[in-house]
């Protein structure tokens, strides 16, 4: 079974510093991972994705991430936080299998920029 | 190019009652799946469509079930609602079978049960 795991349920930046979103995940295989964001009332919207290739994937909004496979880790980053960034973030994996199109999520982060 | 389609987006229904849920994937997506959101319980995957065929399932009652039309469009129905159902539903849609593709989620279906 997989899991993901986000560290810090509330984390609070201010305008300008950096963005660090942290997801550990558990799976027996390297999983396909993914970075979704919503803001208040909508769907999700994904941010940036690591399936094969390169381990620094970059994304929307200026965000990228990092898949360390040695630390299960696939922690989200922004060099400068704005008051849009405001919002809450889900950590996802899913198997890399054909026709597998599950996915399972972190509990997610809510992050919250002080002007 | 429109994107998932989620209707209606918001409703009450009372303890007891069904309700049905419709999801229209982004053109050409054949994959449709069912998530609930809610606060204690976070992300969880209800089950998953594909060619009119469930293909995976969640680990929910068998009140929650689903179907899939020939165009791909989707719905889902909660029987014998209870308040616990309260959340917010989402839908999803993919091409199925393509490595490492992207599966799209929609603005959700917001159910209260009273």
């Known amino acids: 079974a997989q899991s993901v795991t986000q560290l810090g349920s509330h984390v609070s930046v201010s305008e300008g510093a950096l963005v660090l979103l942290r997801c550990n995940y558990s799976?027996?295989?390297?999983?396909?991972l993914f970075w979704y964001v919503q803001y208040p009332n909508q769907g999700l919207q994904l941010l940036l994705k690591?399936?094969?290739?390169?381990?620094l994937v970059k994304g929307i909004n200026g965000f990228e991430a990092e898949f360390k496979k040695s630390e299960t880790s696939f922690h989200l980053t922004k060099p400068s936080a704005h008051m849009s960034d405001a919002a809450e973030y889900f950590c996802?994996?899913?198997?890399?299998?054909?026709?597998?199109?599950?996915?399972?999520f972190g509990t997610g982060t809510r992050l919250t920029i002080i002007p | 190019k429109a994107g998932v389609t989620q209707t209606p987006r918001y409703l009450i229904k009372t303890r007891g009652q069904q309700v049905t849920l419709s999801c229209s994937p982004i053109?050409?997506?054949?994959?449709v799946s069912w998530y609930q959101q809610t606060p204690g319980q976070g992300l969880q995957f209800l089950f998953e469509?594909?060619?009119?065929?469930?293909?995976n399932k969640g680990n929910f009652p068998g009140r929650f079930s689903g179907r899939q039309f020939s165009n791909s469009r989707s719905e889902m129905n909660v029987s014998t609602l209870e308040l616990g159902d309260s959340a917010l539903y989402l839908c999803?849609?993919?091409?199925?079978?393509?490595?490492?593709?992207?599966?799209?989620f929609g603005e959700g279906s917001w159910l209260t049960v009273v």
């Open positions: 053109s050409g997506h054949r994959s």
């Open positions: 999803a849609s993919s091409l199925r079978g393509v490595s490492g593709n992207t599966i799209y």
């Open positions: 996802a994996v899913r198997r890399p299998n054909f026709g597998n199109e599950k996915l399972t």
């Open positions: 799976s027996s295989v390297p999983p396909y």
């Open positions: 690591y399936t094969t290739g390169a381990t």
């Open positions: 469509y594909f060619s009119e065929t469930q293909r």
